[in-house]
Nanobody, 127 residues
Framework: QVQLVEFGGGLVQAGGSLRLSCAAS????????MGWFRQAPGKEREFVAI????????YYADSVKGRFTISRDNAKNTVYLQMNSLKPEDTAVYYC????????????????????WGKGTLVTVST
């Protein structure tokens, strides 16, 4: 069982930056690939980024490539999402999630099947 809690959301102007954090409970954090997803008002939840257990593999949605960076610190049981050059269309609730595997379907945005989810943190980007 893994419990996930997101931190760091808030209001930022377009072009600004935010760093989200997700703290995980339990000693098995390093056994899970960790991902970030988001859900904008009126839209379905979508994949943002994912990182492998050892940080050797990362994938990003095309919409955030070059602007967002996912990283993790296994010693602190924490995964991060550094978001730069934010746009109003990045406004959403951002969710942290864990899975023992990196699914191609998740990376390709076909589904959002992960094993554990946080409750989300709201990011609002103003014009």
């Amino acid at each position: 069982q893994v419990q996930l809690v997101e931190f760091g959301g808030g209001l930022v102007q377009a072009g600004g930056s935010l760093r989200l954090s997700c703290a995980a409970s339990g000693r098995m954090f390093r056994s899970y690939a960790m991902g970030w997803f988001r859900q904008a008002p009126g839209k379905e939840r979508e994949f943002v980024a994912i990182i492998s257990q050892s940080s050797s593999i990362t994938y990003y949605a095309d919409s955030v490539k070059g602007r967002f960076t996912i990283s993790r610190d296994n010693a602190k049981n924490t995964v991060y999402l550094q978001m730069n050059s934010l746009k109003p269309e990045d406004t959403a609730v951002y969710y942290c999630a864990a899975s023992t595997i990196i699914s191609r379907a998740v990376v390709d945005g076909i589904d959002t099947g992960m094993e554990y989810w946080g409750k989300g943190t709201l990011v609002t980007v103003s014009t």
